[in-house]
């Protein structure tokens, strides 16, 4: 069992930064992928980026693209997005999830974290 734990959301102002951490609680084969998704109330999670365990394989929605950066840090179990030039869009609970391959799906994913909230005002 893998539990992921989010921080580092909060409330910005449009055009801000914020940078989000993902701590895991092991590393297991469940975590050579890692991901970001949000989801607003009443929709489906929507899928932000991914990353593999070397990070050779980075991908990113297109509407995040040249905007957010995703990293990860094995050694501290800690995967990371860095969001810059955040529009009002932005706004949601962005959540990280854990699983064997990078998909841009949820449905592949082992574990997902608990959320953090990300509101950006204008």
């Known amino acids: 069992q893998v539990q992921l734990v989010e921080s580092g959301g909060g409330l910005v102002q449009a055009g801000g930064s914020l940078k989000l951490s993902c701590v895991a609680s092991a590393r297991t084969s469940s975590t050579n992928a890692m991901g970001w998704f949000r989801q607003d109330p009443d929709k489906e999670p929507e899928f932000v980026a991914h990353i593999n365990w070397s990070g050779t394989n980075i991908r990113y929605a297109d509407s995040v693209k040249g905007r957010f950066t995703n990293s990860r840090d094995n050694a501290k179990n800690t995967l990371y997005l860095k969001m810059n030039s955040l529009k009002l869009e932005d706004t949601a609970v962005y959540y990280c999830?854990?699983?064997?391959?990078?998909?841009?799906?949820?449905?592949?994913?082992?574990?997902w974290g608990q959320g953090t909230q990300v509101n950006v005002s204008s």
């Open positions: 999830a854990a699983g064997r391959y990078v998909a841009t799906s949820a449905g592949p994913y082992d574990y």
